[in-house]
């Protein structure tokens, strides 16, 4: 993971094992990594960019008979995008943990690990209608993440990590927070491996995003398998999918049908 640790060996073997711990012996799950990234995904235009990669990554697995998806991130970079584009499930980890954990409490917070996903994150609670189940006050806040911290946490090595984001979500418990939302794909591993699921002597449960996303992504295939659940198909449907022939020529003419090695 340039920039960033050089332990993604690692990350890909505990998340590997994460998401069939989560899934079970009988759905296959592929973690997709991008071959490169804008990696200042925060920047509106940047994380644009890379969204288009996930996205047409997405596509490219669907194609090869990928039943659902989920994309990578807790700010759900791509979210709307992807389900439109693709005919599969297309899950968000923020989406679904933030709905989730509407069913478990009262009031909700978000503990992120960059302060420029702060506001975007701020902006996917207003559209998907979840402000009135979030805090009133800083419902997102950056906690004292680092890729060290969190790779010794793997490790078995100290637990830095769980300490600074115990401190930061009990800043939201007093500011009127029952959940708290783990916000960072990586963090499963590390939660089980220390048994961490709640904020000790408070009651509050700690909502793990990957496993929302893919457990959400399995229902939506399941009920699309079962009953024949879809998304809308209405004219005034924010996810209706265009013509595929259209996109294809899209992708096509941007040089991104055939991006090598790619997947999602």
């Not at 997405?58 to 998806?69: N, P, R, T, V």
């Not at 701020?122 to 009135?132: F, S």
């Not at 295939?221 to 595929?244: C, D, E, N």
């Not at 899209?250 to 049908?257: C, F, W």
Request: charged share 20%; glycine share 10%; with cysteine.
């Amino acid at each position: 993971m340039p920039d960033r640790t050089p332990r993604g060996d690692l990350l890909d073997e505990t998340l590997q094992a994460y998401t069939r711990h989560v899934m079970g012996p009988d759905v296959s799950v592929t973690i997709g990594w991008l071959e490169k990234t804008t990696s200042l995904l925060s920047s509106l235009y940047l994380g644009t960019i890379n969204d288009v990669y996930v996205i047409n990554d997405i596509l490219k697995m669907e194609e090869q008979g990928i039943d659902g998806a989920i994309v990578g991130g807790h700010w759900d970079p791509g979210l709307y995008a992807a389900r439109e584009a693709a005919s599969i499930p297309v899950a968000g980890p923020g989406e679904s943990a933030m709905m989730l954990a509407a069913t478990l409490g009262r009031r909700f917070a978000m503990l992120t690990v960059h302060e420029g996903y702060v506001p975007i994150i701020e902006h996917n609670i207003r559209t998907y209608g979840l402000q009135d189940k979030a805090i009133a006050t800083r419902p997102v806040r950056k906690f004292g993440m680092t890729y060290d911290n969190f790779v010794r946490c793997l490790e078995g090595k100290d637990d830095e990590f769980l300490v600074e984001f115990e401190k930061t979500a009990r800043e939201c418990i007093a500011d009127g927070a029952d959940v708290i939302i783990a916000g960072g794909q990586l963090f499963g591993p590390a939660f089980v491996k220390h048994n961490f699921n709640s904020i000790a002597n408070t009651g509050v449960p700690v909502i793990e995003t990957t496993a929302c996303g893919l457990k959400f992504a399995q229902t939506l295939v399941s009920l699309k398998r079962s009953i024949g659940l879809a998304k809308s198909q209405h004219i005034h449907s924010p996810f209706r999918t265009p013509p595929r022939d259209v996109v294809n020529s899209v992708r096509n003419s941007y040089g991104i049908l055939q991006s090598e090695n790619s997947h999602a």
